[in-house]
C-alpha cells in the first residue's frame, strides 16, 4: 500500500487531466471546494459515498485513488464536451432571462457540470418548496434550458407574477402566435396558474435533475 501523502497528488493531477476546477468537481460529487481542497492537501482522506463519486468524476477506480493500484482509465471524450452552468437561487432565477443575467453568471459561486446536450442559457436551481412532492424534493438540484421547447407535462422553470417556480407545463389553446396554458404542481395544495390570468414567463424546460443524500 503506498503512503497516504500520494492520495492528495493523485486526485490533484487527476482532476488537472480532466480541466476540472475544485469548485466543479465539489459541485458535481456534492461536497464543499473546502473538502476537495482539503483532500488534495492531504489533511482528510475521501470515504465511503464522497470516494465512489470522486472516481466517478475523476474516471478512475477508488482503488487508484487511495492506493495507487490500477491502471487510470482514460478520459472519455465525452469529459471535453461538458457544459458548465451556475448554481443559482430561484430569486436569481426570475431574472435570468433580462438584463440581470451577465450580472448574475459573474458573480456565480457555484457551478455544476453536465454531459447533457444544453444551450447556452442553461441554468441549474435547487428547489426550495414542496409544491413538487413526492417526485421532486426539497434541495433536489434541477437543470433547465431556456433553449428547449416544453411539450405538454414537462416539467418547466417559470416566472409566475415575477416568482420563479418549478411546475408542470400544460398546453390548453394556441392562436395564431400566442400560446395559452397553464402551470401547475404535483402537490395540490399549492394552486395551479393560467397565462390568461396571470403573468406567466417559461424560463426553461428540466433536463436533468440530481438528487444528494443528506449527510
Known sequence: ????????????????????????????????????????????????????????????????????????????????HLTTLPLISLAQA????QEQRLSIQQHATRFLYSDVPLGELALAVTLEDDSMQPEYRPNDTMIFDPAVAPQPGDVVLARVNGIAQVRIFRLLAQ?????????????????????????????????????????
Open 94 to 97: 426570475a431574472l435570468w432571462l
Open 175 to 215: 392562436y395564431q402566435d400566442e400560446e395559452i396554458f397553464s402551470l401547475r404542481p404535483l402537490n395540490e395544495d399549492f394552486p395551479a396558474v393560467t397565462s390568461s390570468e396571470n403573468s406567466l414567463e417559461l424560463i426553461g424546460t428540466l433536463m436533468e435533475m440530481r438528487r444528494y443524500r443528506s449527510k
Open 1 to 80: 500500500m503506498m503512503k497516504k501523502e500520494f492520495v492528495g497528488e493523485r486526485i490533484r493531477s487527476r482532476r488537472k487531466a480532466l480541466k476540472l476546477t475544485q469548485q466543479a468537481l465539489a459541485s458535481g460529487i456534492g461536497v464543499s471546494h473546502v473538502a476537495v481542497s482539503q483532500w488534495e492537501k492531504e489533511e482528510t482522506v475521501p470515504r465511503g459515498e464522497n470516494l465512489l463519486r470522486l472516481a466517478e468524476w475523476l474516471q478512475c477506480t477508488a482503488a487508484w485513488i487511495i492506493d495507487g493500484d490500477g491502471e487510470v482509465f482514460a478520459a472519455p471524450s465525452s469529459v471535453s
